[in-house]
């Protein structure tokens, strides 16, 4: 891999921290647009903070980690997400100005989300959409889909601007490009047995990028896929 790669390698804890970097450097007014991919070398289960709170975390977070699974938070809602090497994400940084928060929640994740589909699409694969998808773990309305089925889940963040009325957003997507999506459901249902809570996920609500497309150049087409993501208006 040469030091010029569009895709970072970071831990997982790094990866984190340069998306939260990327925001910053909007909040104080020193760019207007950033983006970020990146694919962790270690892995591990990421949920929000208020998981920590959980009767059985404790227990929760032992039983993962001697399993290979550290615990990381995140400031994002949600169910955990297992990030590692199987899995790439895309982070974008945006100044914008802000009128209806609801209504710039949705056109925030169809910042990210409308290109990642046509993305999908310029490659061959025609049944890229948003959606929800019953099942899924960190399920939302504006997943990536390809036939009904999670292949990248987004969340985002919102901050004011420093001296200013605009805002900065941090919008996020993290895909499954390797490996079987049942081996990344399965850690996520052994983290929520063991902290007592009945909800499950299935392996078969998820897709990964392989599946779909198991001869792509992914390097080639991320940095494709980037150049979409920085050139909407």
Known sequence: MTNDSILRHPTVEEGLAAEEALLEGVCRGESQLECLAWSPHDR???????????????????RLEARGWPVLFRAT???????????VNLALAVRCEVRSSAAHLDWGYHRLGDPWCEWLA????ASADLGAVPGAYCDGRFNVRIA???LVGTAQRWRRVKG??????LVHGAMQVEGTPSALVEVVNDF?????????FRA?????????LPDLALETALTDLVARLRSVT
Do not use: N, W, Y
């Open 44 to 62: 591990a289960l990421v949920m929000p903070r208020r998981h920590a709170r959980l009767e059985g975390f404790a227990e929760a977070r032992s």
């Open 77 to 87: 809602g949600g169910t955990p997400v297992p990030q590692g090497p199987m899995v």
């Open 122 to 125: 310029s490659l061959g694969v």
């Open 148 to 150: 009904g089925r999670k």
């Open 164 to 169: 200013s009325r605009d805002m900065a957003l």
């Open 192 to 200: 929520q047995s063991a902290v007592g809570d009945a909800q499950h």
């Open 204 to 212: 078969e609500s998820h897709i990964a990028l392989r599946d779909a």
